[in-house]
């Protein structure tokens, strides 16, 4: 089920379809990313249904990690952001930076899995998220790393993957416990002296002031960990005051199961984990019956997760869910809650949407 806030889409896959025709479906998606949209795909469904399988890949037994070696079993994850890194080599050079940060939100709390204790150890540490002035979602101190290919974001990823947290039920052995985000920043560099005076241009220019940034990375290839705000001399804001900053995100979304108590059959601990599931499960759901309805109201921060997911669910950024659904008829509960959330997720309209043209610098025309 797929909903961009334009346009509703829906597809259903069998088991015979290979990753490489439902990447096909997401591809298009990702263009939207340098016309200014942030995007987020995510993967819902009950444990084992193959929600990490479809994100990212077959996994790795020891580590759990996913493996990259049969490249047609790749997963969303890889794949898009071949796609994005593809689509950034078309640009002009040195226009397009892209950042990284893998989260996991386990228990309602957000674990920063990139970063790194005093021994430089990654270990996985609580960030919280905050809205700023401007309405958008925040996580202070996360760490962000500076990536130049698709080899250097998998690096990454498999890293991060090690700490998620993971325990056994009677469903799935190997059970994802949290919710694993992964998101990309893009951000694009345009002279302020390529923006247009009509109408449309005018628009589009109030709306990239609201998101200018006028601090560039110390060295636009440097893979070291980076906080969300840098530092400038007052020489490198005079360089670039002519500079404007546009910074989109890529947000992909491994779900934490969906499940039932009883068929799960875990207790204690476990118990209370599949609870915060269900619940963060559950406002994800609420967030969307709202923008459907189109209440003034919409509830972000009932949730962790939604509220680190706003600025990819909300607005005019587009969304594409992938609904997961076990073939089994004792599932069958859980697969009809499912489909309900798909449903859900189907109602939310915004209308057409114009594309957001980046205006262009004369020698890249």
């Given at each position: 089920s797929s909903v961009n806030h334009c346009t509703l889409l829906l597809r259903v896959y069998n088991a015979l379809e290979s990753q490489?025709?439902?990447f096909a479906d997401v591809a298009p998606l990702l263009t939207s990313l340098l016309d200014g949209y942030n995007v987020c795909i995510m993967a819902y469904g009950q444990t084992g249904s193959g929600k990490t399988y479809t994100m990212l890949g077959p996994q790795l037994a020891e580590n759990f990690a996913f493996s990259t070696e049969d490249e047609s079993e790749l997963g969303i994850?890889?794949?898009?952001?071949?796609?994005v890194f593809r689509l950034i080599s078309e640009k002009p050079p040195g226009s397009y930076w892209v950042e990284v940060s893998v989260v996991e939100v386990y228990n309602n709390e957000i674990f920063d899995l990139l970063a790194k204790d005093s021994c430089g150890k990654v270990s996985g540490v609580k960030r919280d998220v905050i809205t700023t002035r401007e309405g958008k979602s925040d996580v202070p101190l996360l760490t962000l790393e500076t990536v130049e290919n698709a080899s250097e974001f998998l690096h990454l990823v498999k890293k991060g993957l090690q700490l998620r947290v993971r325990h056994p039920t009677l469903v799935h052995a190997h059970?994802?416990?949290?919710?694993l985000v992964v998101t990309l920043t893009i951000t694009t560099i345009i002279s302020g002296d390529n923006f247009g005076t009509s109408w449309e241009d005018e628009q589009m220019s109030q709306r990239l002031n609201k998101e200018v940034s006028y601090t560039l990375p110390q060295k636009m290839g440097d893979t070291k960990s980076t906080s969300s705000s840098r530092a400038s001399s007052p020489a490198q804001l005079e360089a670039t005051e002519k500079i404007k900053q546009v910074k989109t995100r890529l947000q992909l979304v491994d779900l934490a199961g969906s499940e039932c108590v009883g068929m799960s059959g875990v207790t204690g601990a476990?118990?209370?984990e599949t609870s915060f599931i269900n619940r963060s499960l559950s406002a994800l759901a609420d967030v969307l019956g709202a923008i459907a309805e189109q209440r003034s109201h919409i509830p972000y921060r009932n949730s962790k997760l939604t509220h680190l997911l706003q600025d990819s669910i909300g607005g005019d950024a587009k969304l594409l869910v992938?609904?997961?659904?076990?073939?089994?008829q004792k599932y069958l509960t859980e697969s009809m809650q499912?489909?309900?959330?798909?449903t859900r997720a189907r109602q939310v309209q915004r209308g057409q949407v114009k594309k957001k043209a980046f205006p262009v610098p004369s020698k890249a025309k």
């Open positions: 490489d025709i439902v994850i890889p794949r898009a952001t071949q796609e059970s994802s416990r949290s919710h476990a118990l209370r992938m609904l997961c659904i076990s073939p089994d499912s489909l309900g959330f798909g």
